[in-house]
């Protein structure tokens, strides 16, 4: 038990969950509080369910791409151009759909997604291929694709929002039943991701160690 223990006080993770507890708990108790519209009772202004669904959906935008950067940071790399493949991928999507039309609302959600991935995996190869090929820092590929990503995005927008079919927004600002002006889908999507990524990197991690590589091991070379 003390070994888990010991674990556990020892763990980065555990660090990083002890800090975000004390934030909440330092926003809780500094928020104040307010009488509920139908209710009447006193609803703390931090910690109820709108403001933490809607913290988590404003905040799922950048975990998303965290979920991406971690995993190259793991891999002994850096990409500083994130953001500029987050924003070309969005501008290259709401042009192309801009240009095909309406279209059904599958189809132009699917259509969205695809092209959002698509961008974002050809500017990803692209990356690869110049610090594989040329054998230079990722800091310093990254920081150049960043700055040139970043102006086809401006050049192509014209610097001006575009907006994009309302199918398409339709899904990502689907209630789901809760009401009250909330979209938890890209929560949910930003969980889900998550989860898919500390799932990935605790069997690699399992299929690093010395007792994996029994006979009977998924993981043995």
Known sequence: MRAIVRKLLGSQETGLVLVVVLVTLTLTLLAGAHPDRRSGDLVNNFWNSYTLVQTATDASFFAIMAIGATVVIISGGIDL?????????????????????????????????????????????????????????????????????????????????ILVPQPLTGVA????????????????????????????RAASRDCRSPASRSASSPCRD
């Open 81 to 161: 151009s994130v953001g500029s493949i987050y924003a070309l991928a969005g501008v290259t999507m709401a042009l192309l759909l801009r240009a095909l039309g309406p279209m059904a609302s599958v189809p132009t959600a699917l259509l969205g997604l695809s092209l959002c991935v698509g961008v974002g995996l050809l500017c990803g190869l692209v990356n690869g291929g110049l610090v594989v090929g040329l054998r230079v820092h990722p800091f310093i590929i990254t920081l150049g694709t960043m700055w040139m990503l970043r102006g086809i995005a401006f050049v192509a927008s014209k610097a001006e929002s």
């Open 173 to 200: 600002k689907a209630s789901l039943g809760l009401g009250g002006g909330l979209y938890p889908v890209p929560m949910i999507s930003m969980l889900a991701l998550a989860s898919a990524g500390t799932s990935r």
